[in-house]
C-alpha cells in the first residue's frame, strides 16, 4: 500500500489532541484483584474465545502500569484514553487507589489522561436489559468523578453502545453472548440512558469536557437495486443514526422509538443532553445488500439468515489481517457526511479510535494504514469538519475479545509468555508524527 512516504503529514490545526487508546478489560490483567465481570464468565465457556483464552493477566497492566506510562512519555502523545473498569472499582480501596496511581503518574508524565467510564466489562450481576442497571451506572459515575475529578478533566462516557448492542446482545459473539436480535433493543436504549444520566452526574461535579466514543463507517450499497440500497439504509440506521441521532437529535430514527421500553421522550431528554465533543471509532467501510437467506460468516462474526441485510466482501482495497478492508478515504466521507448529516447539532468530533491488526514488531503495514488515515482525516479538516483530536487504537497489543490473542493492534509488541513490551516500527513512526506536530517556536 502506497504511504505517501516523502510528503510531510500536513500540521493539523494547534490544540489539536494527539494520543493513544486502551481499555481495562483488554489489557488490565489482576482479574484476581477485581469483581467479575460479564466477560470473566463468557470467556470461561469454551469455544467463546477462538484461541481458548482469557483476559485473567492480559498484558497484566495493573501490575506494570509504570513502564506503560513510560512508554506513553516515550512516545510524546498529549493524551491517554484507556477505561475505568467498573467492577475494579466495586471491589474496594484496592480498585480506586489503582486508577489514583495511574492518573497520578500520567499527569506526572504530562500526559493527560481520558479515561472512559464503561468499556464492555459489566460487573457480572448487572444487565443492560435492565433500566435500573442506568441508575446504578450514574451513581457509579458520581463515585468515580468525586475522587478523580479533581485531575480528571476530559471523560468519555461509554466505548461503542452499538457493537456492544449488536455482538453482545443481538448476535451473542460477545459478552454476555445474548442472541435476541431485534429484542436487543431496549440494551441500546438503557445505555443511552446511562450515558445521559452520567452527563447530568459529571456536570454536577464540574465536568466541563464530556464525550462519547460510537462506532461508525460509511455504509456502501452492494449495488443500485432498489433491495440492496433498502438494505443498505437499513444497516446505516443501526450504525450510524441508532445512537447519534437521540444523542445529538433528541429523538430516534422514525419507527424506532415504539419499539424502546420506558417513557422515551422523558427519557430522550436525558439521552440528549448536550455533549462537549462527539468521540468516533472509525475502521473500515461495510458493504451491503439484501439478505441472502442462508447464514453469512463475515469478519469473525456469524450473521443470522434472518437479517434484514447481508454483509459483502469489499473488493480492491488492501486488508487487514483480520480481514477488514483498508480505506483510508472512507474516513473522509464519514466525517463530510456526518457533517452534513447533523449540521450544527455536531460538537466537534475526535477520532477515538482508529488502528488495524497485523503481525510483527516490523510492522509497515500499520504505518501505511495509520499514514493513510492521518492524511484523510486531515482532508476532512480541510473540508470543513471540526476535528480536535485522533487516538490511535491501540497502545499495546492486548485481548482482543472473541479473538484472543491472536490480532495484534499495538504500536507496542506484547509477548504474552514473558510480558515484554517491544516497540514496533509504527510506535517509532508516530513519535515521528507528533514531534513534526509541534508547535515551531
Ligand atoms: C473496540 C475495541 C477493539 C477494537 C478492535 C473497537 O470496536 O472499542 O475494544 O479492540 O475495536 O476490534
Not at 419 to 425: D, G, H, I, N, S
Request: with cysteine; glycine share 10%.
Amino acid at each position: 500500500m502506497a504511504t505517501d512516504a516523502g510528503n510531510p503529514i500536513p500540521r493539523f490545526p494547534a490544540g489539536f489532541l494527539w494520543g493513544v487508546s486502551t481499555s481495562a478489560h483488554q489489557i488490565e490483567g489482576a482479574a484476581d484483584e477485581r469483581e467479575p465481570s460479564v466477560w470473566d464468565a463468557f470467556t470461561a465457556e469454551p469455544g467463546r474465545v477462538k484461541d481458548g483464552s482469557t483476559a485473567a493477566v492480559a498484558c497484566d497492566h495493573v501490575h506494570r502500569h509504570r513502564e506503560d506510562v513510560a512508554l506513553l512519555a516515550g512516545l510524546g502523545v498529549d493524551a491517554y484514553r484507556f477505561s475505568l473498569s467498573w467492577p475494579r472499582l466495586r471491589s474496594g480501596k484496592k480498585g480506586l487507589d489503582f486508577y489514583d496511581r495511574l492518573v497520578d503518574d500520567l499527569c506526572a508524565a504530562g500526559v493527560r489522561p481520558v479515561p472512559t467510564l464503561f468499556h464492555w466489562d459489566l460487573p457480572a450481576d448487572l444487565d443492560w436489559l435492565e433500566r435500573d442497571t442506568a441508575e446504578r451506572f450514574a451513581e457509579h459515575v458520581s463515585l468515580v468523578a468525586g475522587r478523580l475529578g479533581d485531575r480528571v478533566t476530559k471523560w468519555i462516557t461509554l466505548n461503542e453502545p452499538a457493537e456492544h448492542t449488536l455482538l453482545g446482545h443481538a448476535l451473542g459473539v460477545h459478552a454476555p453472548g445474548g442472541k435476541l436480535l431485534f429484542d436487543a433493543l431496549p440494551v441500546a436504549h438503557h445505555q443511552l440512558l446511562a450515558h445521559g444520566l452520567a452527563v447530568r452526574a459529571l456536570r454536577a461535579s464540574g465536568a466541563a469536557d464530556i464525550g462519547i466514543a460510537n462506532s461508525h463507517g460509511p455504509t456502501w450499497a452492494a449495488s443500485t437495486e432498489a433491495a440492496d440500497v433498502e438494505a443498505a439504509e437499513f444497516y446505516d440506521l443501526l450504525l450510524n443514526r441508532l445512537f447519534a441521532d437521540p444523542l445529538l437529535l433528541g429523538r430516534y430514527p422514525d419507527g424506532i422509538g415504539e419499539l424502546m421500553p420506558g417513557d422515551v421522550e422523558a427519557d430522550l431528554k436525558v439521552i440528549a443532553e448536550p455533549l462537549d465533543w462527539y468521540g468516533i471509532n472509525y475502521y473500515a467501510p461495510t458493504r451491503v445488500g439484501a439478505p441472502q437467506g442462508a447464514e453469512i460468516e463475515f469478519g469473525g462474526v456469524t450473521m443470522p439468515a434472518e437479517l434484514p441485510f447481508s454483509v459483502r466482501e469489499i473488493e480492491g482495497h488492501p486488508v487487514t489481517d483480520f480481514g477488514w478492508p483498508v480505506v483510508p478515504e472512507g474516513l473522509t466521507e464519514l466525517l463530510t457526511a456526518f457533517r452534513d448529516r447533523y449540521g450544527d447539532r455536531l460538537p466537534p468530533v475526535v477520532i477515538t479510535e482508529n488502528g488495524c491488526s497485523y503481525p510483527g514488531v516490523d510492522d509497515q503495514d500499520r504505518i501505511a494504514y495509520l499514514d493513510g488515515h492521518v492524511r484523510a482525516l486531515h482532508r476532512a479538516v480541510e473540508a470543513g469538519v471540526d476535528v480536535r483530536g485522533y487516538f490511535v487504537w491501540s497502545l499495546l497489543d492486548n485481548f482482543e475479545w472473541a479473538e484472543g490473542y491472536a490480532r495484534r493492534f499495538g504500536l507496542v509488541h506484547v509477548d504474552f509468555g514473558t510480558l515484554e513490551r517491544t516497540p514496533k516500527a509504527s510506535y517509532h513512526w508516530y513519535r515521528e508524527l507528533l514531534r513534526a506536530q509541534e508547535p515551531t517556536a
